[in-house]
């Protein structure tokens, strides 16, 4: 059945949360700029949709004034803990021609995935978690073990602390000060949702194939060891054959509501833009907490929402080029 296109198209995030400094707002918006521009170019030269939002949130990562890769926040102990993923649904005929491993997720999509969870010691962990969807039998590895593939797979390994920026250590010294005498586990709850940065990317390539791809250092004040959503596919991540979404806010929330998999499922009968709306409202309704979401449909509509103090995105698409915009919030309040 032909559909009505607008491809290929892309969305990226700079993460939900608080404004931050408003000196940062011009060099925040540049790097996002920057990034989606690198995105764009690789689907306007019909590249694919994965390399699109991998190039795309491997360029957020390079940049320090965004929640991932270097620039990441410090989790309690004062140490860089990363989380990322990505997901590919491919048409089934794209599939079989290129010999990749994946397994059928609808009648004429194939779909892939790849995550990383709590790594130190890699510059762009997008990379690693493409490289555990391309080259491992697995979907998720953590810790240590991932750093160890990564050496096997040729990504090379920097010392935890190169990947520590003088403003997120700056920034982890104020918190402790600020978290004084609360125990860990307060604190850590105190501080969960004041952050921004995370980022994430969708994109729907020419030849209709769909991918997502989420990174970031976690929420500030988090606990060591603590995994969040954008490590898992489903909660922060997703892509399938009716299109694909990245989450970010609050990790444990977007985990409880599986945002982005009960996002993508919705496309099937609303618009991006409707279902970005209700996915966010019912996570408010549900849990009370901040998050954002943008998604793409397979047509390459575009959509996305959210309830924190700001949120940041750029697009590409063929009508309208590339847009940076502030999004204001939906709501702010659970519904009566
Ligand atoms: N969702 C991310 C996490 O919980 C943080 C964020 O998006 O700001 O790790």
């Known amino acids: 059945m032909a559909r009505a296109r607008n491809l290929p198209a892309l969305v990226a995030h700079g993460g939900a949360g608080n404004a931050g400094p408003g000196k940062e707002r011009p060099e925040r918006r540049r790097g996002m700029m920057a990034a989606i521009r690198l995105g764009a170019g690789i689907l306007r030269g019909n590249g694919s949709a994965l390399e699109a939002v991998v190039a795309t949130v491997a360029a957020l990562e390079d940049h320090p004034l965004f929640n991932a890769g270097y620039g990441s926040l410090l989790n309690s102990e004062g140490n860089v803990e990363m989380d990322a993923s990505v997901m590919y ?3 089934v ?3 079989a021609s290129s010999g990749k491993r994946a397994h059928t997720h609808t009648a004429d999509y194939s779909v892939s995935a790849g995550a990383v969870a ?3 010691r890699v510059r762009n962990p997008i990379m690693l978690a493409r490289a555990v969807m391309e080259h491992s039998p697995h979907i998720l590895m953590a810790g240590p073990g991932a750093e160890s593939f990564a050496r096997k797979v040729g990504i090379r390994l920097v010392r935890p602390e190169e990947m520590v920026t003088e403003r997120a250590r700056e920034r982890w010294r ?3 000060q600020q978290a004084g005498m609360l125990e860990a586990g307060a604190a850590a709850r105190a501080a969960m949702g004041h952050g921004h940065g995370t980022v994430g990317a969708v994109a729907v390539d020419v030849n209709g194939a769909i991918a997502a791809a989420t990174s970031t250092g976690g929420v500030p004040g988090k606990l060591f060891g603590r995994v969040g ?3 898992l596919i489903g909660a922060g991540t997703f892509a ?3 299109g694909a979404a990245s989450a970010t806010g609050q990790g444990e929330a977007i985990i409880l ?8 499922l919705a496309l099937a009968d609303a618009t991006p833009q409707a279902v970005a709306r209700e996915a966010i409202r019912e996570m408010i309704d549900a849990t009370g907490a901040e998050a954002g979401l943008i998604l793409i449909d397979g047509r390459g509509r575009i959509g996305y929402a959210h309830n924190a103090a700001s949120m940041q995105v750029a697009r590409y698409d063929p009508a309208g080029g590339v847009q940076h915009l502030w999004l204001a919030p939906i709501a702010t309040a659970r519904r009566p």
């Open 229 to 231: 959503d954008s490590a």
């Open 93 to 95: 005929a794209v599939a």
């Open 89 to 91: 649904a491919e048409p």
């Open 174 to 176: 104020a918190r402790k």
């Open 118 to 120: 709590a790594v130190s």
């Open 240 to 242: 399938h054959a009716f």
């Open 257 to 264: 509501t599986a945002l982005c998999r009960e996002a993508v």
